[in-house]
Structures are given as structure tokens and as C-alpha cells.
């Protein structure tokens, strides 16, 4: 996905059990992954999996094996968006690039001496051919760049260059390219006919941890890259099988994960305070998550109901309870907190008055739209009651608890809403494929980039939307609403296919103004970037002394920068 994703680290899966350091962990895994518990093995977790599938298929999102994207498989550049270090980036597989034929020719120079992990060697072809294949097989076509309209069109090599030829002028189009595409080795996946069900059980790559050893239902190590072209001091990562946050506060409390990018209650007393100088909470802010409803569905798909909604809910409430405090209350708007400096001053009163907590506004804005309430029971203006389904993972603590109070909220102006406890997995699915069923709403991230303009593609072009049953995220973007704005799709082209600063905050300052007017997602609170870290084993994290990068293991190309830059404790 383009942007960034918000994994819940859950806890182990309890079977036959060991107490250690107040946690329990499996005495199974203890055993099996002995050798990863050496000091120069970094354990750690990002997604919700009760039993381990070996899947490292990069193309199955959902599937595949944590760390598969940025540990097995590298991009060609690391550039870093906020909460990171904006500015600071970091040729990977490439190593120069450079803009030529009036912005439309994007040529890169790959690094030499690179090797795949079996070996053979890593050429321009093999970037070549990632992109290509991902042309003729829509599921590996990473950020969606041969969907139609293609942005691509064309991609060839040559001695150590490959060239990018785009169908038009698209500044902002190097980001994906260099940075979120990962690159496959032709020799292995030019075999591979059906890249969708191929499971990749011992996959080849550059990454620094390739080696799969110890595979058992209950976790796995992925063991250092022997040809990896960079010198590395972490041997490896041992992946245990996660289940529920209230564990894993238990197991990261006592030591036995270095790295985590979880939601913790209370994280600097319930974390940092077991080990203070060691353990260390490193949250940032970043965009909204925000309440989203499927706008191609009555009444939903009224701008006035989801407006009138903005008004029902109590963000503060969940910022002070569901959140701890760690994700302030949004503005309706959703950029001003990450970026302040492209938010149109004109419209801050409008944004802040749309996002305050204001119920009887919300009755108001119903009953002027055509609603009506039998009693205390909203219907629609069709005669219909509304009814909403709040879709939520199970054992995303601080999300169940904020759907509580949206629930709660949406009752106060006469909706009925029943919360739908999902498994990670299908809940991932559903959401992309925008099949969760009528009257569903759902928490959900956005896209942070440099600049809101990844934010607002992601759900108001054209460019991004998917049919119902399509998965978003193939096209590398966030319409999961599936709404489509033909003004804000033209502002955004132009945004893109200029380079003049002043035009580009005038695109978006009125791609605001239509956000403001239709509201396509509700945004709630801003979304802090997990993160903590452990330097009971290793140093060198990022910290305020030295923002090199994100250290939060969600965001992807961070991780591949901060796992090289780590030293061992002696």
C-alpha cells in the first residue's frame, strides 16, 4: 500500500506454555527457536497471525509472512515521509537517478555488485522485468502503475540503466517507482504462471533476511542474506505468532521483543518504566484514521448524512479514552495536522466547525436533508431505517473501544449500529474489496506522504477507484469508500504535472474546499506511528538525537534502514 499501514501486535499463541518474565510464551517456540534468542537476533512482530502459513508470496498482502516486504525483498531508494526524517534518502538498489524528455523519462543506475540471495547476480533486468511482470500479471503490479489509466508506459533496460517511460508528466510518481516498488529476481518468477497462488515457500531476494529456518506454526526466523551486499550486524529476525494486545504488553514489558509497532495503553508507564534507559516509546503523529462509509450505497452516499455524522461523534472522548491520548482529535478536513503548511486558512474555521462534537447540529443537518425519525429512529428520506455495521479486528484494543463510542455516538442521533468483530485477515480483505456488506463503516489509515497530494488521491480520483470486488490496494491506493470526485481527479493531475510550488499548494487548497463540501471519509483523530524499541540488545535506533529515519516497524522502508543500522549490545 501506498503509504503507511497500522499493524496490531498481538500476542503469542498460548498452547503448551512457559512463563518468562511475567509473559507467556510457548515452550514450543522457546525450544524450536533457540538459536534466535542469541543476542544478535532481533525478535519482533507486526501483524495479527495465530498460526504461521509459510507464505512469502510479496503479491499476497494478506498471506504472506511478516517482513516479506522490506526484509526478503528491497526497493531500489528509501525516501522518508514524516514521522521520519523528510529530506533524508537513501539510494538502495539504485544508485542515481535522473529526469530527462521533459519530465516524462525516468532512468536509473542500478548498484553493481548486488547478488539475489542464491547467489546469482542482481542486474537491471531483473528491475526491468519486476515492473513488466507486474504489467502482465495485475496482482504483482505493486502500486497499480499499469492500471488503467496506466502511468507507465513502458519500462526497459539497458547495461545498468533502466528507463521509465511515463504516459505523462507525473512528479509525483518517484516515490512509488524507487521507494515502494520491490524488486523480484527474474530467474525465479519468470516461472511462476499464477503469481496470486504461488506461495513462495523459500523465496530469493536482496534483502538482508531471506534464509527461512525454524518454520513451525508457532513463529519462524528469517536468517541473514548470505551474499548480502551490505555489511549488517544483526544475524537475523525470529517472528513468533501473535494473537492479542494484552499478552504482548506482557511479553514486550519483560524484554522479549526489541522491536514492536503496537498500540500500548499508557505505553511510557506501562513500557518505558519496566526498563527506563532501555525501553523506549517513540510515537509520531501522522494523518487521520478516519470513520469510512461506502459512498456508492444510500444513504450513505449522501454528503449530508456523513457530514451530519462528523458532528455526532465525540472525538474527544475517543482520543482521551480509546487512544490514551497518543491520536488527537481531527479537524474535518484531516491535514492540518500533519501538514499545516498546505492547509487553506480560509477554510481552518469551516474544518474545525464540521469535526466539533455537536449532536443537535447533527438531528439539524438529518432533518434538512429529507430524514425523519419515528421516535427516537432515524429513517432515511426513502422511508427507510438506518442501520449501520461497525467493522473492527478483534483485539485492535484501542479501535474496539473507539467503535464503542462511535456506537454510542451514532445512537444519540437515532442510527442503530452493531459492531462486527473481525479476523485480521478477513477484515483486510473485505475492506479492499469493499465486500464487508450494506451499511458498513470502518476505521481505516490514509496515505502520509511529503505532501497531502497521496492523501487525497488515495480516495478522490478517478485514478483510484476500484469496483466493488476489485481489492484498492492493488491499485497501490485507499479508495475504499469508492467515491470519485471529477474536480478534485483534474486538480490532482495538475498537481502532479508541475513542478511550481504555488500552483501545487493552489490545487490543493481547492481539492480542500471539495473535501470540506462532500466529505468522502470522516475523519476522527490523527494516527500516531507506533513504535517502540528495546536497547537491551541492540543500539542504534532512531531517536530525537538522531531522526535518521522512522523507527516504527509499520513503516516498511524505515525498518529495511533501521535493521542495517543496528549494532549488537556486547
Not at 517482513?67 to 538498489?93: C, H, Q, R, S
Request: glycine share 8%; with cysteine; net charge positive.
Amino acid at each position: 500500500m501506498f503509504g503507511r499501514t497500522r499493524a496490531k501486535l498481538l500476542a503469542p499463541v498460548l498452547l503448551s506454555t512457559l512463563a518468562l518474565g511475567g509473559a507467556l510464551i510457548p515452550a514450543s517456540t522457546i525450544s524450536a527457536h533457540k538459536a534466535a534468542a542469541a543476542p544478535h537476533y532481533l525478535t519482533a512482530a507486526q501483524n495479527f497471525k495465530t498460526t504461521m502459513i509459510r507464505n512469502f508470496n510479496l503479491f499476497d498482502p494478506a498471506g504472506r509472512m511478516d517482513f516479506t516486504d522490506f526484509g526478503v525483498y528491497e526497493p531500489m531508494w528509501i525516501i522518508n515521509v514524516p514521522p521520519g526524517a523528510p529530506g533524508k534518502n537513501y539510494p538502495w538498489l539504485a544508485t542515481a537517478y535522473a529526469w530527462s524528455n521533459g519530465n516524462k523519462t525516468l532512468t536509473f543506475t542500478v548498484r553493481s555488485g548486488v547478488k539475489w540471495s542464491d547467489g546469482q547476480p542482481f542486474t537491471a533486468q531483473d528491475v526491468a522485468f519486476t515492473f513488466n511482470y507486474g504489467k502482465q500479471h495485475p496482482v504483482a503490479d505493486q502500486q497499480g502503475l499499469f492500471a488503467k489509466p496506466a502511468q507507465l508506459a513502458s519500462v526497459t533496460a539497458s547495461g545498468n540503466k533502466v528507463s521509465f517511460n511515463l504516459t505523462s508528466v507525473n512528479t509525483t510518481i518517484l516515490r512509488k517507482i524507487a521507494n515502494l516498488v520491490l524488486i523480484i529476481p527474474q530467474h525465479v518468477w519468470s516461472k511462476v504462471s499464477n503469481p496470486a497462488t504461488f506461495t513462495n515457500p523459500t523465496p530469493v531476494g536482496t534483502g538482508p533476511f531471506t534464509e527461512v529456518t525454524d518454520f513451525s506454526p508457532q513463529g519462524y526466523t528469517l536468517a541473514k542474506n548470505p551474499h548480502y551486499w551490505q555489511p549488517i550486524a544483526v544475524d537475523g529476525i525470529h517472528v513468533p505468532s501473535m494473537a492479542g494486545n494484552d499478552a504482548a504488553l506482557l511479553a514486550n514489558a519483560s524484554g522479549q521483543l526489541d522491536q514492536t509497532g503496537n498500540f500500548i495503553p499508557g505505553c511510557e508507564k506501562a513500557y518505558a518504566a519496566k526498563n527506563p534507559g532501555h525501553f523506549f516509546c517513540d510515537y509520531g503523529t501522522v494523518g487521520p484514521v478516519a470513520l469510512w462509509l461506502n459512498t456508492q450505497q444510500y444513504p450513505y452516499s449522501l454528503p449530508a448524512f456523513r457530514k451530519a455524522i462528523s458532528n455526532a461523534l465525540d472525538r474527544q472522548k475517543i482520543y482521551t479514552i480509546a487512544e490514551y491520548g497518543y491520536e488527537p482529535p481531527s479537524d474535518a478536513s484531516g491535514i492540518t495536522g500533519p501538514w499545516p503548511n498546505w492547509a487553506d486558512p480560509k477554510l481552518a474555521a469551516q474544518a474545525k466547525a464540521m469535526a466539533a462534537y455537536n449532536p443537535a447540529s447533527a438531528v439539524a443537518q438529518l432533518k434538512a436533508a429529507g430524514f425523519t425519525y419515528k421516535g427516537n429512529v432515524l429513517y432515511d428520506p426513502k422511508g427507510t431505517q438506518v442501520l449501520l455495521t461497525l467493522s473492527v479486528i478483534n483485539g485492535w484494543s484501542d479501535w474496539d473501544l473507539g467503535m464503542q463510542i462511535v456506537q454510542k455516538n451514532l445512537k444519540a442521533i437515532g442510527i442503530q449500529a452493531k459492531i462486527n468483530l473481525m479476523q485480521q485477515p478477513q477484515w483486510f480483505d473485505q475492506t479492499g474489496k469493499g465486500t464487508l456488506g450494506g451499511g458498513n463503516g470502518q476505521f481505516h489509515w490514509v496515505n502520509t506522504t511529503d505532501t497531502p497530494y497521496a492523501y487525497y488521491f488515495g480516495f478522490m480520483s478517478q485514478e483510484s477507484y476500484a469496483p466493488i470486488g476489485t481489492d484498492a490496494t492493488l491499485t497501490g491506493q485507499d479508495n475504499f469508500e469508492r467515491y470519485v470526485s471529477p474536480q478534485a481527479t483534474a486538480l490532482l493531475k495538475d498537481f502532479r504535472s508541475t513542478s511550481d510550488a504555488a500552483q501545487q499548494q493552489k490545487d490543493i487548497h481547492a481539492i480542500e474546499a471539495i473535501f470540506l463540501q462532500d466529505m468522502p471519509i470522516i475523519p476522527v483523530v490523527y494516527s500516531a506511528d507506533w513504535s517502540t524499541y528495546s536497547t537491551m540488545h541492540f543500539t542504534g535506533w532512531p531517536s530525537a538525537a538522531n531522526r535518521y529515519t522512522s523507527s516504527s516497524i509499520n513503516d516498511t522502508w524505515a525498518r529495511l534502514k533501521v535493521w542495517t543500522s543496528l549494532k549488537p549490545v556486547s
